[in-house]
């Protein structure tokens, strides 16, 4: 009986993570190969994208990036008789409150959380880049689409916090069981 992850919309089954493995087999570059031309596995990759869970439950997720909210003040008009050092004070007040602002709104997006951990002791930019890559053949094997690409999925309007967790999950699983190093990975001698 295949195993199931169910997390709100999204349906991750053991068919679906093999037929996400003949995708990567079928790719035109290595999957599991990164820009810095070295190799990666498996469990680096799955350790990426277990951090990027951990990431987003902590910091919280957004679907997609936005300004943060606008002061409560603005700048006030200034006249010929407001010095210097006002403008300046009240510039730099200005300033720390945006910065307070954007602090409060530290939720993240998938895509800046796996960029985050890339220049952790969790990752780097060549697992952020093959975990990227895995998400998208998953998404491709979730839609039995070759076009789709994970970025574009998970910013659709109806995606939630559990189905990026969910397929992040399935990810870190994908890349334990088919990566460099994982039992599914080595030759099978007959």
Known sequence: MPQTLTAATVVITTEMHEKAAQLARDAYRPLWTGN?????????VARHLDATITLLDTDGWTRTWSWPTPPDSTLPATDDETSVRDMVRTLLDYVREEDSATVRTSQRTVT????????????DPDTRDIA?????????ALT???????????????RT???ITALLAAGARFAR???PGAPASEPTTA
């Open 161 to 163: 916090h559990a189905d």
């Open 177 to 179: 069981t088919y990566g």
């Open 36 to 44: 810095s031309g070295e190799q990666s596995t498996g469990e680096a």
């Open 132 to 140: 990227h890559d895995v998400l998208n053949v998953l998404v491709q």
């Open 112 to 123: 800046t959380a796996l960029g985050y951990i890339g220049g952790t002791e969790h990752g």
């Open 144 to 158: 039995d689409n070759t076009g789709a690409r994970f970025t574009a999925w998970s910013e659709r309007l109806t």
